[in-house]
């Protein structure tokens, strides 16, 4: 079965430093996507970051990096030069497999404070 | 880009009466849609998901159902609601293998 883990419940980070936020994932199928979102106190989930599981390079938007270790089965999120905007809950989630894709399984969170 | 639309975006029922949350889409046709529930402080629980007019998957037995009347319309009902319901409720969207968009959410608050 398919189930993503994050270990870490808050985090604190000071602004201007990057901060990794951790995921774990457990899948049996080669093919799948990893995605990190980010959810702010009004509640809207804002998608991130996208890795492929074919990708053979880390993903990066901006800011945001996606550490994906394969073997190990994990993709952490790295945020560097943390902004006081970025104080959030983080999901991270995985696109089920091929023969059940509608679905998105999401972790616990993780709630990202960033002092000034 | 796709938009998603939700309303209303709060909700006070008492228990037992009846519930509708609607979603609709703009920007994309023949959608994947979804309605998630997120209890506070916790993570998104899958309860319905349709990959097409008429078309509902059912995730979690309860007393809500779901329907989709129109390509881009998804409605999330119960016909008594229960205490345990409350919560925030999301639509989201996608077209297969990208990533799934959120629209603005309801919370739900049943007393």
């Known amino acids: 079965a398919q189930k993503i883990t994050q270990t870490q419940p808050g985090m604190f980070v000071q602004e201007k430093e990057a901060v990794t936020l951790d995921c774990t994932y457990d899948?049996?199928?080669?093919?799948?996507?990893l995605f990190w979102y980010k959810q702010p106190s009004s509640g809207e989930m804002i998608f991130l970051i996208y890795?492929?599981?074919?990708?053979?390079q880390n993903a990066t938007e901006g800011r945001y990096s996606l550490n994906f270790q394969k073997a190990r089965k994990s993709a952490n999120l790295v945020i560097s030069a943390s902004q006081l905007g970025d104080s959030a809950m983080y999901f991270c989630?995985?696109?089920?497999?091929?023969?059940?894709?509608?679905?998105?399984?999401f972790g616990s969170g993780t709630k990202l404070n960033v002092k000034p | 880009s796709q938009t998603i639309h939700q309303w209303p975006a709060t909700l006070v029922q008492p228990v037992g009466s009846p519930l509708s949350l609607e979603c609709t889409v703009e920007?994309?046709?023949?959608?994947?849609l979804y309605w998630y529930r997120q209890a506070a402080g916790r993570g998104l629980q899958l309860l319905f998901y349709?990959?097409?007019?008429?078309?509902i998957s059912s995730e979690v037995p309860q007393n809500l159902s779901a329907s989709r009347p129109q390509d881009r319309q998804f409605i999330l009902s119960s016909k008594k609601l229960l205490l345990s319901d409350s919560g925030f409720y999301l639509c989201?969207?996608?077209?297969?293998?990208?990533?799934?968009?959120f629209g603005p959410g309801t919370r739900l608050l049943v007393l």
């Open positions: 899948t049996s199928d080669p093919s799948y996507g």
């Open positions: 890795q492929g599981s074919y990708d053979q």
């Open positions: 349709s990959v097409g007019i008429g078309q």
């Open positions: 989201a969207s996608d077209r297969g293998q990208e990533t799934q968009y």
């Open positions: 989630a995985m696109r089920g497999p091929r023969y059940n894709f509608n679905k998105f399984y």
């Open positions: 920007g994309t046709s023949n959608p994947n």
